[in-house]
């Protein structure tokens, strides 16, 4: 499986990007995955989690009411809405696959992850 995620760019304080993350490969409708971001000299760091189905999802505090995590099995592709962006948003944000079925906010458990995709929100 591989994972090309794209849609970031330059936003506005208040604005919104869709973030999208194409995976090949047959199984992705098997597992959990997640949006993981990284600003410059941080962590990284969990921001959303999506089940095998879609039905569950989890997301970080920092994150929880501006930002939606979707996914669409039959197009093998995983969204991340984001709204209401502030400057500290800005990050470079990473899709991963899990290991498992259901989503999890640690790093580790996910084993496949995209090239990463920067998204900076001016103030």
């Known amino acids: 499986v591989q994972l090309q995620a794209f849609g970031g760019g330059l936003v506005q304080a208040g604005g919104s990007v869709r973030l999208s993350c194409a995976a090949s490969g047959r199984t992705f409708s098997d597992y959990a995955m997640g949006w993981f971001r990284q600003a410059p000299g941080k962590e990284r760091e969990f921001v959303a989690g999506?089940?095998?189905?879609?039905?569950?999802?989890k997301y970080a505090d920092a994150v929880q009411g501006r930002f939606t995590i979707s996914r669409d099995n039959a197009k093998n592709t995983v969204y991340l809405q984001m709204n209401s962006l502030k400057p500290k948003d800005t990050a470079v944000y990473y899709c991963?696959?899990?290991?498992?079925?259901?989503?999890?906010?640690?790093?580790?458990?996910?084993?496949?992850w995209g090239q990463g995709t920067l998204v900076t929100v001016s103030s």
């Open positions: 991963g696959k899990a290991r498992s079925r259901n989503w999890a906010w640690r790093a580790h458990v996910y084993h496949v």
């Open positions: 999506i089940n095998w189905s879609g039905i569950s999802t």
